[in-house]
Every structure is written in C-alpha cells, then in structure tokens.
C-alpha cells in the first residue's frame, strides 16, 4: 500500500470522514482503492507511535492548504 493510502485506512478505522485531494488519475484510483484496505489493531497502534517529528513533514498550514 502507499503511504497516502495507509492515512487513508487509519483515518477510515479512527471513524474519521477523509476528503482526499489529487488531479492525477493513479493516484486518485488509490485513494478509492485505500477503502479496501483494513488495518488491524497492531497496525494502529504502531501507527499511533509515531511523533510527527521527522524533518521532512510539513503542517499543513505551513505550505497553504
């Protein structure tokens, strides 16, 4: 899986609503496809660990979405 499509699936077993954005057809056929996949309760919980802190993620406020 991509990782957009592994937000996708973590958002989707969190109960969240997720509006995905993309004007290129692959990737917009992924996100469709995301709704297949289903993470388990180890999955989430490795997913729930991770801090945010890596150099290389951005806030979505800071690059204007």
């Known amino acids: ?3 957009g499509q592994a937000v996708l699936a ?3 077993a969190l109960g ?3 509006i995905p954005k993309s ?3 692959t990737r ?6 995301a709704v297949a996949i ?3 309760a180890e ?3 490795l997913i729930e660990t991770l801090d945010g802190t890596e150099p290389d993620i ?3 406020n800071s690059f204007g979405h």
Not at 28 to 33: I, V
């Open 10 to 12: 973590w958002n989707s």
């Open 1 to 3: 899986i991509t990782p």
């Open 58 to 60: 951005k806030h979505p």
């Open 16 to 18: 969240m609503s997720t």
């Open 43 to 45: 999955d989430i919980a």
């Open 23 to 25: 004007a290129d057809p």
């Open 28 to 33: 917009l056929q992924q996100n469709l496809d």
């Open 38 to 40: 289903a993470l388990d």
